[in-house]
């Protein structure tokens, strides 16, 4: 059975870092498209970051310069690093990936950045 588990969300103050982690199990990373998702209150949902199994990689541009995303293919992680976090990225953030025609969600993870 395969399962996305996100952690490492909470409370941050601005001009913070937090680094969400996303524990894939049974799943072979091959040929991999790796996302996080965001969905703020009242909005849709929102890409900020995606990777794929070539190296390239894609940042919404309200994130580029702050968030990073990465895989660890021998821990079988997604994660994704955010560094001077604003309160505009309070939502709560969704792992997705992609193994050929198969799609993945997690369940979500609350990030909540305020003084």
């Known amino acids: 059975q395969v399962q996305l588990v996100e952690s490492g969300g909470g409370l941050v103050q601005p001009g913070g870092s937090q680094r969400l982690s996303c524990a894939a199990s049974?799943?072979?990373?091959?040929?991999?498209?790796a996302d996080w998702y965001r969905q703020a209150p009242g909005q849709q949902r929102e890409l900020v970051a995606s990777?794929?199994?070539?190296?390239?990689?894609y940042y919404a541009d309200s994130v580029k310069g702050r968030l990073t995303i990465s895989v660890d293919l021998d821990k079988n992680t997604v994660d994704l690093q955010m560094n001077n976090l604003k309160p505009e990225d309070t939502a709560v953030y969704y792992c997705?990936?992609?193994?050929?025609?198969?799609?993945?969600w997690g369940r979500g993870i609350q990030v909540i950045v305020s003084s």
């Open positions: 990777r794929r199994a070539s190296g390239s990689t």
């Open positions: 049974g799943i072979i990373f091959n040929y991999y498209i």
């Open positions: 997705y990936v992609r193994i050929s025609q198969y799609e993945y």
